[in-house]
């Protein structure tokens, strides 16, 4: 069997030498240990020093195109190399590489076919009060919303059997940890999370310069998954909150009417009417997202067999080596 490290990285030639020097050449239960670096557009010595250190792929993007592009870069790459389990590691020293055999070990057994390091947000003081207690929240929602216990929803270490990375289509451009999850679990695929220690990290976050713009990001996002991949769940309640809102102040001008009172409650049939109608044109909505839904996923399976087959053939990606 064959393990590929994946390293996503955006100016981060003062973290990277370290990352590199303490990754195994080894694992228990495989045959082969490979590296990938995508170079995300950097503007320092990143990829001469992944070229340096003599990694088995180094992917580049001519300009910096965000961690999600780098990561499904990453998984292209990886199927390419043959690979039969895919870690995603983050450049900036945060994961210890010593914890890759913890968090492949699920995946191993045939537990999981996407693996979580948990890094405990709710009591790992390396975090601030308030990053701890979002990240929880956040936690907590996201669990709620696909059905599976997720302590660290944004854990950007992670492992992936080659079928699941396959099938991974990530269009977000934020970042791709929630949208994964939320994919895994609309293929009818295992998730399961392992308890990992972390290092401090002097480098600050880039995707969460400042806490309300990550939430409100986030939010944003899960919202758009939710419109994406399940339109009627989403958009169906709104509808019949709408329809039913605007049939109150119809049927109250009706029962004036009736009584003969109606003189002057014109308004409310206008506002009822609006409203009634706004709920209709979101079911239409609901309806035509719902096939459009459909469609994306005949298209993920026919994505799915084409990127088996380009894995198959070894197809080559632009390499500077």
Known sequence: MKLVIQIPCFNEAENLPQVLAELPTRVAGFDEVAVVVIDDGST????????????????????????????????????????????????????????????????????????????QPGRNFQFSFSKRSLQRLGSWVVSRWVGYTIPDAVSGFRAFTRETAARLIVTTSFSYTLETIFQVRQFGLSLHSVPIQTRHTQRPSRLCKNIPKFVARSTMTILKLQVMYRPLAFLLPIAAILVLVGVAPIVRFLWLVLIGHSDGHVQSLVLGGVVFLSGLLVSAMAILAECQCLQRRLLERTLHHLRRELSEHQLKVYDVR
Not at 58 to 73: E, I, M, P, Q, Y
Request: proline content about 4%; charged content about 20%.
């Open 44 to 119: 320092d010595d990143t990829a001469l020093i992944a070229w340096q250190y003599g990694v088995d792929r180094l992917v580049r993007h001519s300009c910096n195109r965000g961690l999600a592009a780098a990561f499904s870069s990453g998984l292209d790459a990886a199927l390419q190399l043959n690979a039969d389990v895919i870690i995603n590691l983050d450049a900036d020293g945060q994961y210890p590489a010593s914890e890759i055999p913890n968090l492949v070990a699920p995946l191993l057994v045939g537990k999981a076919d996407m693996v979580i390091g948990d890094r």
